[in-house]
């Protein structure tokens, strides 16, 4: 299936808001067997939005998926373009008003007068409830030169449209593929993608007809996507079974977990299985692992704290850090970091101390220690581990790398013990 | 001058990363004037990248600028889809190469073979030199249907396509405008949109022909983007600087700066101003504060360090919060907010303590303290101060914006003291 992606709104084409959306769908799309082939933004005038989506259709695209302007301001327009481009007049619908309306209601609001614009949709489209908003989204089919086009409108608010998608569009699509699209993404951290491709080379050659391979990687992890396209549901999920089991097998501890699962959440996970509480001293990371712990809600019952630790000072009194330690071998140094360690371990009444002191840059190298140099360090009373690392010279990515580092080096440590 | 984005990309189409420099150039185009009339997203493929600037011609496109697919891999086809809109072969041009090898050189590497495809142009295409990486940007014009069109293409790779932009192509822009295009851009925080145009009402409704306003909304803080286009630079200048004094002089202390400064810059440097160090005490921010703060290059002058302080222990043993103002008014309240701020300041040896402590949700809300309840507190020695504010439901938009509001009370406390 042929898709165009269509973003409406000025606010994205001035660039005052990344359109996050595009990606989101682009990705969602593309799990469901969609083949996107082009995807365009565009400023919220009618006639524009239904040229638009009248050349997708003159380019053969089987489904168009709208985003954006469906509110009740005066620069909503897209009902009114799909209406046009369809050349369907709009109804108003009572169903939709009333449901609406009462969604007001249970907030305490009235609807405002300009929100009736929102019960109103083509003729023939039907109305998909929109569990996060007023606005409802839009389904519409049509034939077109004997073949057919699908036409969907969704809110332009991120929550609004994943739950419209989710709840109704996706598994309709999945549907009515030509068999069945499958996928499971693997969740890796460690290595990098080219590394990964290395280790992983003859599963990936041999997968078998109906299965692809995507490698999805950011700072410090790579995604694994496994797709198996089939025409029968059993074989195609024996065959993405098999595959991707397989991978894991071959990659071993390096897949931290599966689908949508973040490396915090892991690590979280992992702490509270085995009834530890963790501590964190941040130097170089500034307090960005406490901000990604802390990002998962309930982190409150495996997290103690944390001490960011920018001064010397603050390395002696607050995490007991020797003094003397920190003239002899310097800041960053495996003996500072793993006092750092347990200090932090001590001082918050933890039973895993994290500790990280490095040069993030873009200043403050010497020869010895270069912008990008990182020590890591893990101590849970047992067992102490420094790790040394070399990043690179901007000062956010040398951030971003050495706080997921830290929290896979305390995943692989944790996979020592019982849980 | 109206114009057309195209970005090239397999990647973009399929969501592994999202389109960061559509917004980036939406923005800085429409700065110089452009009007841009879409922006869209297209694979790797000659044809249909061929396809795309034929019809953003057709469109009457003045300008079409072309990001991504000018790598020396093989999925990197946009000179040749360039050169095929054109109907110009392709030219492989000396300079270009030894430009290309000489930088491979300085970084003690040889130029791989496939390397050489970087080095061909279009016939009658100007190079850009990129400053930044090797692939370098091209600028061609033509006569259209009487109409005079640019196309200008650049990488991908975001820190080379705008040090591209801002080096040669937005200064050669905005002498080519019939006229002149400037633009101040005012930071402001504390404040929502709705606020904030109904305090400029008046300045907003009165600016003279030829400027324009811009609201720019994230969380916490709004941008004010004042834009004069006219023929005659002084005069344009002069308007311009008049209308933004009069907003700037309305807002007063909602401004925090202007163009492209950060909240976390600006705090930094009232800090240094004052010779002042600061500390931070976190709890419902859970470390997101010190990790705004450290993100500024240099903050280590200015920044002690911070204690995310998760559990009530925390509080007690590295903030000094007496237990019994915790049992009696519990951990979200002003008392331990503003005992946060003092202990954060005479533990870390700071002058100025900032703390947080609230319900970031989405659960643990009570009838008097729902979820998004947050107080914050500011301790110099001589002032204290503490502030309640209510968010949303929503964990990571809590976050954001008690973070910015924090940063905010520690600027608006330093505005009364003498730099």
Redesign the interface.
């Known amino acids: 299936m042929t898709g165009h992606l269509l973003t409406v709104g000025d606010e994205?084409?001035?660039?005052?808001?990344?359109?996050?959306n595009?990606?989101?769908?682009?990705?969602?799309l593309?799990e469901v067997g969609v083949d996107?082939?082009?995807?365009?933004?565009?400023?919220d005038e009618v006639g524009?939005i239904a040229g638009?989506i009248e050349?997708a259709t003159a380019d053969g695209a089987a489904l168009v998926v709208v985003t954006g302007g469906l509110g009740p301001t005066h620069d909503d327009v897209t009902r009114a373009a799909v209406a046009q481009a369809f050349d369907r007049p709009l109804e108003f619908r009572d169903e939709l008003f009333e449901r609406i309306r009462a969604r007001y209601e249970a907030r305490g609001r009235t609807m405002p007068e300009i929100g009736r614009v929102m019960a109103e949709a083509p003729v023939g489209f039907e109305a998909l409830v929109n569990p996060k908003g007023s606005a409802p989204g839009l389904w519409g089919e049509r034939e077109v030169d004997g073949r057919s086009q699908v036409v969907v409108v969704v809110p332009g608010v991120p929550h609004e449209m994943r739950a419209i998608l989710e709840s109704f569009v996706l598994p309709r699509l999945v549907e009515r593929q030509d068999g069945v699209v499958l996928s499971r993404t693997l969740l890796t951290a460690g290595k990098g993608e080219s590394d990964i491709s290395a280790l992983i080379a003859e599963q990936a050659d041999g997968l078998p007809d109906g299965l692809t391979l995507?490698y999805?990687p950011s700072l410090g992890e790579v995604r694994l996507r496994v797709t198996a396209r089939g025409v029968d549901r059993e074989a195609a999920r024996r065959d993405l079974d098999a595959a991707t089991d397989a991978i894991r097998g071959v990659l071993g501890t390096l897949v931290f977990g599966e689908g949508t699962a973040t490396l915090e959440a892991v690590v979280n996970d992992m702490l509270r299985e085995r009834g530890l509480r963790m501590a964190?001293a941040?130097s170089c990371?500034?307090?960005?692992?406490?901000?990604r712990?802390?990002?998962v809600?309930g982190?409150?019952s495996v997290?103690?704290?944390?001490?960011?630790?920018?001064?010397n000072?603050?390395k002696a009194?607050?995490l007991d850090v020797a003094p003397a330690t920190i003239e002899a071998e310097g800041a960053v140094s495996e003996a500072v970091a793993l006092a750092m360690a347990a200090g932090a371990r001590a001082?918050?009444?933890a039973d895993v101390g994290l500790a990280t002191t490095g040069i993030?840059?873009?200043?403050g190298g010497t020869p010895d220690k270069p912008v990008g140099t990182v020590w890591l360090a893990y101590d849970d009373g047992d067992t102490q581990r420094a790790v040394r690392l070399q990043f690179t010279t901007d000062?956010?990515v040398n951030?971003a790398l050495s706080t997921t580092a830290a929290l896979d080096l305390v995943r692989r440590q944790l996979l020592r013990r019982p849980a």
């Open positions: 994205i084409l001035l660039g005052q808001i990344v359109n996050t595009a990606a989101w769908l682009g990705e969602r593309a996107l082939r082009r995807s365009e933004t565009v400023g524009v638009a050349r995507a999805l964190v941040e990371t500034g307090g960005a692992i406490s901000a712990v802390t990002s809600s982190a409150s997290f103690c704290g944390s001490v960011v630790a920018y001064s000072e603050t009194d607050l001082r918050l009444g993030a840059g873009p200043t000062r956010a951030v």
